[in-house]
């Protein structure tokens, strides 16, 4: 069965500083692997996916991630920390296929980047 | 030209009311879903039509109802109203899933439901 583990609910980063959230997945099939990130008050926005492409994926607003089957990871990073980056990082999985496929998300991780 | 948009934003509630929440998407997509998020946000689906059809039931509770009278809207009826309702309800949807669908979903801004 498809699951995704956030190792972490909170991480605290410096402005400027490296952001690493970490996202490990389990599946029986090649993962479609997604992080979502949520602003205050706000709903879900897609950051970036993995769909068994290049295994270096490329987001939004400077964010990547890379899917390392040997590792069942997909940890998203961020070379400098911009204050506008503190929200809620969720990870998630796609489960069923076709019209039966569902996102799966992970706990989440609180992203707080200090001044 | 919002995506998916739902309303209320803010429901505030009594015990056993029956209430329901709107959701609508401009984006042509065949599939959507309704999600529950708890107080500890953890997110996990409720529903999914596809086209108007039923597609995901997650286990929800039956006072639960949603109604989707054409693709592009999703609505959630809630019968009496539990303490445990509480949460953000959050719509989304996305294109056609098949073949080459890499089944990204477009959330909505979220309904924050509070039962009293």
């Known amino acids: 069965a498809q699951s995704v583990t956030q190792l972490g609910s909170h991480v605290s980063v410096s402005e400027g500083a490296l952001v690493l959230l970490r996202c490990n997945y389990s599946?029986?099939?090649?993962?479609?692997l997604f992080w979502y990130v949520q602003y205050p008050n706000q709903g879900l926005q897609l950051l970036l996916k993995y769909t068994s492409a290049a295994t270096l994926v490329k987001g939004i607003n400077g964010f990547e991630a890379e899917f390392k089957k040997s590792e069942t990871s997909f940890h998203l990073t961020k070379p400098s920390a911009h204050m506008s980056d503190a929200a809620e990082y969720f990870c998630?999985?796609?489960?069923?296929?076709?019209?039966?496929?569902?996102?799966?998300f992970g706990q989440g991780t609180t992203l707080q980047v200090k001044p | 030209d919002t995506a998916v948009s739902q309303t209320p934003k803010y429901l505030v509630t009594q015990m056993g009311n029956d209430k329901s929440i709107k959701c609508e998407q401009n984006?042509?997509?065949?599939?959507m879903y309704w999600y529950k998020q708890d107080s500890k946000k953890f997110l996990k689906i409720m529903f999914s039509?596809?086209?108007?059809?039923?597609?995901i039931n997650e286990t929800v509770p039956n006072r639960f109802s949603p109604k989707s009278p054409d693709k592009a809207h999703l609505n959630l009826h809630i019968n009496s109203l539990e303490l445990g309702d509480s949460a953000v309800y959050f719509c989304a949807s996305s294109p056609r899933s098949g073949r080459g669908s890499t089944d990204t979903q477009y959330f909505g801004p979220g309904t924050r439901l509070t039962v009293l």
């Open positions: 599946s029986s099939v090649p993962p479609y």
């Open positions: 039509y596809n086209n108007k059809e039923l597609i």
């Open positions: 984006l042509g997509h065949d599939t």
């Open positions: 998630a999985v796609r489960k069923g296929s076709g019209n039966t496929g569902k996102l799966i």
